[in-house]
């Protein structure tokens, strides 16, 4: 159980102080101050068909296509400059940043908003004669939230457009809210205060409760639960913000470094770190090379009496129940490598009658009663020779006896 009624009166209050953003407040977006260390100095706008945001850009937009960062401030503040350092930040290193409310806005947002500003990038993308015409990345696609804004982001992550998911000092507030853990398929990442955050406590029974096998990453920075959002271009949550962000929608390895493995460059560092399921993406593990020199002696012409091994590596899977009510059933299965490596897997789930898939996390559905095909996602694909992996779903009706096959895909 969580400790609800104080944490929910911070997230709902806290908003950065907007004078300590550093751009021209109220100045009309060609005057706005330009600025972050990236190599593409960043402002802001305004525009008429997104008049209840704050976009963050690149002063001159790159050839490169920007992927998007979709943002809910602290406190849900329909300022859409309440980090407007951090965004601002980001934009530079080649980002669309998309906050929730109009520059100097007041009042509060909701989580409609976020989705509000992917339907608007895509849609600009799209349009003949837009600035963003055919420069963003669409495909790629980040939301995430400060506090408040967390909760937020937390809401909109099942949209399919989603890449990943990130949650700044924030947590969820309520047990029955859970069902968003559980819904979770794509990669996210906690950057939180340390204890002395007033969301600490939240993010950490949430970081429990994640799916198995749900690629995450945690870093704790003993600052409380303001961060370091206001700070020239956003203080070390600007910095490190950055570099997930170039990781997860660049596919740049070497700043995913900073979040992989036992000497990642946050581990050790001020950050206090925790990871779960994480792979450099595009990082196969190594294979033994084939020879580059032919043999001396020419191979035998007669076929072999035994014909070789077709068709892929084998694997395993195994079914369970972990919940099961009256209308509905969480279940996991577990897949298991052989005693060769995967490239990938694909499993046959039979489910009994009257039953159904009504979401599902790290795999991939074909289907979504009786027989239901699953493959794998892009990153728990490969598996090592005894290795597994698994993957998750919420369905209807009653869960007991379905079936598992496994294949090498």
Same mark, same amino acid.
């Given at each position: 159980?969580?400790s609800?009624p104080?944490?929910a ?7 950065v102080?907007?004078?300590?953003v550093t751009?021209a407040?109220g100045a009309?977006p060609?005057?706005?101050a330009?600025?972050?260390s990236?190599?593409?100095?960043a402002d ?6 997104l008049?209840n945001h704050?976009? $963050? ?5 790159p050839a490169?296509r ?7 401030n602290g406190?849900?503040s329909?300022n859409g400059?309440s ?7 980001i934009?530079s290193?080649?980002? !669309?940043?998309?906050?929730n ?5 007041s009042?509060s ?6 989705t509000?500003?992917i339907d608007?990038a ?7 004669g837009s600035?963003?015409?055919?420069? !963003?990345?669409t ?6 939230g400060?506090s408040c804004?967390?909760?937020?982001a ?5 949209? /399919?457009?989603?890449? #990943?998911?990130?949650? $700044?000092?924030s ?7 859970d069902y968003?853990l559980?819904?979770l #398929?794509?990669?996210?990442?906690y950057f ?8 600490y406590?939240?993010?950490i029974d949430d970081?429990g409760?994640?799916p198995?096998?749900l690629p ?9 639960h303001g961060?370091?959002?206001d700070?020239?271009?956003g203080?070390? $949550?600007?910095r490190v913000?950055v !570099?997930?962000l170039k990781?997860?929608l660049?596919?740049d390895?070497?700043a995913?470094a ?9 581990c050790?560092?001020?950050w ?5 399921n ?5 990082? /196969?593990?190594p ?6 020199v032919?043999?001396?002696?020419a191979p035998?012409?007669?076929?072999p009496?035994t014909?070789?091994?077709t ?5 395993t ?6 919940d099961?009510?009256?209308s509905?059933f969480v279940?996991t299965?577990?897949v298991?490598a052989?005693?060769t490596? !995967?490239t990938?897997?694909r499993?046959t789930l039979?489910?009994? &009658?009257g ?5 599902m996390w790290?795999?991939?559905a &074909?289907?979504?009663s009786?027989?239901?095909t699953?493959t794998?996602?892009?990153?728990n694909?490969?598996?090592a020779?005894?290795? &597994?992996?698994?993957?998750?779903f919420q369905g209807?009706?009653n869960?007991s006896?379905a ?6 895909a």
């Amino acid at each position: 159980m969580r400790s609800r009624p104080k944490i929910a009166a911070v997230l709902a209050t806290v908003i950065v102080p907007v004078a300590a953003v550093t751009v021209a407040l109220g100045a009309p977006p060609a005057g706005a101050a330009v600025g972050g260390s990236g190599p593409y100095p960043a402002d802001y706008e305004n525009a008429a068909s997104l008049a209840n945001h704050t976009i $963050f850009r690149p002063q001159n937009l790159p050839a490169e296509r920007l992927p998007i960062l979709v943002w809910g401030n602290g406190g849900c503040s329909a300022n859409g400059l309440s980090q407007g350092n951090f965004l601002r930040e980001i934009a530079s290193h080649g980002f !669309l940043a998309i906050a929730n409310g109009a520059p100097n806005g007041s009042g509060s947002t909701t989580s409609q908003m976020l989705t509000q500003s992917i339907d608007w990038a895509v849609a600009e993308n799209s349009r003949p004669g837009s600035k963003y015409y055919d420069k !963003l990345d669409t495909t790629k696609v980040a939301v995430a939230g400060f506090s408040c804004g967390g909760l937020e982001a937390y809401a909109v992550s099942n949209d /399919p457009r989603v890449t #990943t998911t990130g949650i $700044f000092s924030s947590g969820l507030l309520n047990d029955a809210d859970d069902y968003q853990l559980r819904r979770l #398929t794509k990669p996210i990442a906690y950057f939180i205060g340390g204890p002395s955050d007033i969301a600490y406590p939240n993010a950490i029974d949430d970081w429990g409760k994640l799916p198995a096998g749900l690629p995450a990453f945690m870093g704790n920075l003993n600052v409380g639960h303001g961060g370091t959002y206001d700070q020239p271009n956003g203080g070390e $949550f600007g910095r490190v913000a950055v !570099l997930y962000l170039k990781w997860r929608l660049k596919g740049d390895t070497t700043a995913g470094a900073n979040f992989v493995g036992a000497n990642c460059g946050l581990c050790h560092s001020q950050w206090s770190v925790q990871q779960k399921n994480l792979t450099l993406d595009g990082d /196969p593990p190594p294979t033994t090379a084939p020879p580059t020199v032919a043999p001396t002696t020419a191979p035998p012409t007669v076929p072999p009496t035994t014909p070789p091994p077709t068709g892929t590596p084998a694997c395993t899977a195994a079914y369970t129940v972990q919940d099961q009510w009256n209308s509905g059933f969480v279940a996991t299965v577990t897949v298991t490598a052989a005693s060769t490596p !995967l490239t990938g897997w694909r499993v046959t789930l039979n489910l009994p &009658s009257g039953a159904s898939v009504s979401s599902m996390w790290n795999g991939v559905a &074909s289907g979504t009663s009786g027989t239901v095909t699953v493959t794998n996602q892009s990153y728990n694909g490969r598996l090592a020779a005894g290795q &597994s992996t698994s993957f998750g779903f919420q369905g209807s009706g009653n869960g007991s006896g379905a079936t598992v096959t496994c294949a090498g895909a």
